[in-house]
């Protein structure tokens, strides 16, 4: 598995997943100076190698002149999140959200607030690398992933566990700032354009949506995730939770 980007590499040299580091020659040796240092301190080798097979190892991506190897990450099930939650659950079910940017960004928000894992279709679901990655900004490196065959499964699973489901829907009538997320709590997010397959939809304890205000019908679901987590961590610490 190979990422790319200044803060990618920085984060999966923190978490203690690289195998190996690539740098350009003809990039800067301060601004890789801290991949350097932490890949020296975890006895991580660093080849410095042409900007062109750079180039040519992540795709055109934007790598900012360093790439590196990752081990597989840990798989995780769905107990394991709910189990491992820090304090009450917090966690991201990802219903058909392909788009390895969409994806990169909703691991970097579900870093930023807390959250405790993020499920995943095993099938169909981006790579977690390389634009992923770098659109994590490094979260890819820390935040739990369970990988699923069923999303519909996985939302009844999660209620079984105790943890109150909570889909996004454009056309829901309560809105996500109305409902109680103080308590276990996924949130549930489909795919731009078609939204929540109908099975995870019915399966879902309660539908919410963001108001719109202008002439846009929705917002990127990255952004949507982005609003629905903070609300929660605003009620959480509100509550003392």
């Known amino acids: 598995m190979l990422i790319y980007g200044l803060n990618p590499v920085i984060e999966a040299l923190r978490a203690g997943r690289v195998t190996a580091v690539r740098v350009s020659d003809a990039a800067s040796r301060e601004r890789l100076r801290e991949v350097r240092e932490l890949a020296r301190a975890a006895g991580v080798r660093v080849q ?3 900007q062109a097979d750079l180039d040519r190892a992540t795709r055109g991506g934007v790598h900012q002149g360093v790439a590196a190897d990752l ?30 940017h969409n994806v990169g960004a909703i691991l970097r928000t579900a870093d930023a607030a807390g959250v405790d894992g993020v499920v995943r279709q095993s099938r169909h679901a981006a790579r977690l690398d ?4 770098k659109a994590s900004a490094g979260a890819i490196a820390h935040v739990r992933i369970a990988d699923v065959v069923n999303i519909a499964r ?6 079984d566990a105790g943890v109150w489901t909570v889909g996004l829907a454009g056309d829901a009538g309560d809105v996500y700032d109305e409902v109680d997320l103080t308590v276990p709590t996924a949130v549930v997010l489909g795919a731009e354009g078609g939204g929540l397959r ?14 719109m205000g202008g002439q846009v019908s929705s917002l990127n679901v990255s952004a949507a995730a982005a609003v629905v987590l903070f609300e929660a961590v605003r009620q959480r610490r509100r509550a003392g939770r």
Not at 71 to 99: C, F, K, M, W
Not at 198 to 211: F, G, H, W
């Open 71 to 100: 081990t597989e990450a840990r798989a995780y099930s769905i107990g394991d999140l709910v189990r491992s939650a820090a304090g009450t659950p917090l966690i991201v079910v990802l219903d058909g959200v392909e788009d390895p």
């Open 198 to 211: 109908r099975l995870v939809r019915e399966r879902c304890d309660r539908l919410v949506s963001i108001p």
């Open 48 to 50: 410095e190698v042409p």
């Open 154 to 159: 996985a939302v009844e699973a999660l209620k």
């Open 130 to 133: 390389g634009a992923a990655a």
